[in-house]
């Protein structure tokens, strides 16, 4: 059995940009396992 893994870290959304890029929506929304290593810096960027 695989899983899928997206790992990210220091988005620091929406200070330094706006949105993460589509590219990296999609893979979140495809993984099995999304881990965030912070600095999110925003609570509705979570949204």
């Known amino acids: 059995m695989t899983a899928s893994l997206v790992l990210l870290s220091d988005t ?3 200070k ?3 949105d993460l890029p ?3 929506w999609r ?3 495809a ?3 999304v881990v965030h ?3 999110w810096v925003d ?5």
Do not use: C, I, M
């Open 16 to 18: 330094r940009a706006k």
């Open 31 to 33: 993984a099995d396992v």
């Open 43 to 47: 609570e509705p960027a979570l949204d």
């Open 12 to 14: 620091h959304l929406p």
């Open 37 to 39: 290593a912070g600095d």
């Open 27 to 29: 893979a979140v929304d």
């Open 22 to 24: 589509r590219a990296l």
